[in-house]
Structure formats: structure tokens, C-alpha cells
């Protein structure tokens, strides 16, 4: 069963991760591009995805990276996660960015670099384009 916890409607082409993340210590706040060597996304920039992950993880401070990197112009349309931690939902709530979570089964029909639409006003949120 979906969750929403920050509404929205987007559209944009998943960048999707096998491993949590901790935003304070992965993501550079600057250029939200991922910055840990051992994330499977090193490299990667977030901004104009929506992000899949499994689930958030680390400090609460991870929140304000979250706001960071939406205040520089460098994060995810949206992000998809089985379970939204503390850190990942305030981060979120604080940033205007929408977030729902999915289940397992729903988390690994969704394949890294596809297109789909997100709109949490649906009952079915997720949608290939």
C-alpha cells in the first residue's frame, strides 16, 4: 500500500538505488551529486530524478542537506522509498518535495532510468510514461 507523505505531481526519469541513503554523509549539499565512493549512485546527480531508494538512514541532521540541496537548485523532482525515515520525510516536508513510500514488491518493478509521471492525488501514483 502507497503512503503519502508530502503530496505532489511531477514527471521525470527514475534514478533508483539498491542502497539506503544517508544524506548528510552521500550527498554533496552544493551540487547534490552522490559523493560516497562506496554508494552504488557515486557520481550521480540527483537533481531532476525521482529518486528510488530503499530507505533513508544516518543523522537527523540529513534533513537540512535534503533543504540544501532544493535551495541550490540540485534535488530530486520526487522521491520513492519503502520506508521513509524521520530524516528522509522531514527533509522533504521542509523542501516541498513530494515522497511517497511503496511496497517491496511495487520498489522492484521500478527500474532505474525509466520514464513516469508521479501524482499523489491518484490512487495509483506511479505511472509509466
Given at each position: 500500500?502507497?503512503?503519502?507523505l508530502?503530496?505532489?505531481?511531477?514527471?521525470?526519469?527514475?534514478?533508483?538505488?539498491?542502497?539506503?541513503?544517508?544524506?548528510?554523509?552521500?550527498?554533496?549539499?552544493?551540487?547534490?551529486?552522490?559523493?560516497?565512493k562506496?554508494?552504488?549512485?557515486?557520481?550521480?546527480p540527483?537533481?531532476?530524478?525521482?529518486?528510488?531508494?530503499?530507505?533513508?538512514?544516518?543523522?537527523?541532521?540529513g534533513?537540512?542537506t535534503i533543504?540544501?540541496?532544493?535551495?541550490?537548485?540540485?534535488?530530486?523532482?520526487?522521491?520513492?522509498?519503502?520506508?521513509?525515515?524521520?530524516?528522509?520525510?522531514?527533509?522533504?516536508?521542509?523542501?516541498?518535495?513530494?515522497?511517497?513510500?511503496?511496497t517491496?514488491?511495487?520498489?522492484?518493478?521500478?527500474?532505474?532510468?525509466?520514464?513516469?509521471?508521479?501524482?499523489?492525488?491518484?490512487?495509483?501514483?506511479?505511472?509509466?510514461?
Amino acid at each position: 500500500m502507497n503512503k503519502v507523505l508530502v503530496a505532489g505531481k511531477v514527471n521525470g526519469t527514475v534514478l533508483k538505488s539498491k542502497d539506503s541513503i544517508n544524506f548528510l554523509g552521500t550527498v554533496d549539499k552544493k551540487t547534490g551529486i552522490i559523493s560516497d565512493k562506496n554508494h552504488s549512485l557515486f557520481g550521480k546527480p540527483l537533481k531532476g530524478t525521482i529518486l528510488v531508494f530503499p530507505s533513508g538512514i544516518g543523522s537527523s541532521v540529513g534533513a537540512y542537506t535534503i533543504y540544501s540541496i532544493k535551495s541550490n537548485d540540485v534535488a530530486p523532482l520526487a522521491m520513492i522509498c519503502k520506508k521513509a525515515d524521520l530524516t528522509v520525510a522531514t527533509g522533504c516536508a521542509l523542501a516541498n518535495i513530494p515522497l511517497i513510500t511503496i511496497t517491496d514488491e511495487e520498489f522492484s518493478s521500478i527500474e532505474d532510468g525509466i520514464k513516469i509521471s508521479f501524482d499523489t492525488d491518484n490512487s495509483n501514483p506511479i505511472h509509466r510514461q
